[in-house]
């Protein structure tokens, strides 16, 4: 068998894809975009679904676009009480099938992150919850994870003090309500994988790979 190669998909900031390169694993960023990690000759811009049926990869990260999925978005999805906005809920559903197509992507080895979905989306129920304060940053920012023949991951530095990475409840500061500003200045910044994160995956997930096939592990 040979070594592992593993897809990064819809990741342009290269952050999982430089984590298992600095093991020595064969990995590529795909991304719609070109990368802004500094190594284009690593990244593949294109079709990440095109990309994931081409049999060419052992073990799959995925981190497809959560705009219309998020519960963030509620109120963009209930733009009045009650009332659901028919426009969004079908951009949610062509997320939606774009993140099921990723998750029943021909690859043994899948793990598929996004953020806390709005229910009404319907998304299968997800595998594990983790926080960048169990890796190591002092931040809280809830990610969901979706894991096919992959163990969850375990936390290696948990901060005890941190404060949240995403604004949330904005609106409410104007009835003084619990909110917060965070610390993401974009969109961009918000869907970072963050370092601590993007290493546990590499580490962890190559050595579950290297162990059932029976491979040498690199050093690590």
């Known amino acids: 068998m ?25 990995a590529y960023s795909c991304d719609i975009q ?13 079709d990440a679904i095109k990309e994931v049926q081409s049999g060419k990869y052992d073990m799959m990260i995925a981190h497809p676009p959560c705009t219309y999925m998020s519960k963030a978005g509620a109120r963009w999805m209930y733009p009045t009480a ?7 809920y079908n951009k949610s559903m062509e997320a939606k099938e774009f993140f099921m197509a990723l998750l ?38 809830k990610t969901l994870l979706w894991l096919k023949n992959l163990p969850r991951l375990v936390p290696t530095d948990i901060k005890t003090e941190y404060k949240p990475y995403l604004p949330s409840n904005t609106g409410g500061a104007k009835r003084g309500q619990k909110h917060s500003r965070g610390t993401a200045k974009n969109a961009k910044e918000s869907s970072k994988t963050f370092e601590g994160v993007a290493k546990a995956m590499a580490i962890q997930w190559s050595t579950t790979y290297y162990a059932e096939n029976n491979l040498i592990i690199p050093n690590m």
Request: negative net charge.
């Open 2 to 26: 040979d070594n592992l190669k593993v897809l990064i998909a819809c990741e342009e900031s290269q952050a999982v894809c430089k984590a298992f390169r600095s093991l020595g694993i064969e």
């Open 34 to 46: 070109e990368c802004s990690g500094g190594h284009p000759e690593w990244h593949i811009i294109g």
């Open 82 to 88: 009650g009332n659901i906005s028919q426009d969004r």
């Open 104 to 141: 029943n992507a021909p690859i043994k080895y899948i793990a598929v992150e996004n953020p806390v979905p709005l229910k009404v989306v319907g998304l299968p129920k997800h595998t594990q919850a983790i926080q960048p304060y169990e890796y190591g940053h002092e931040y809280s920012k």
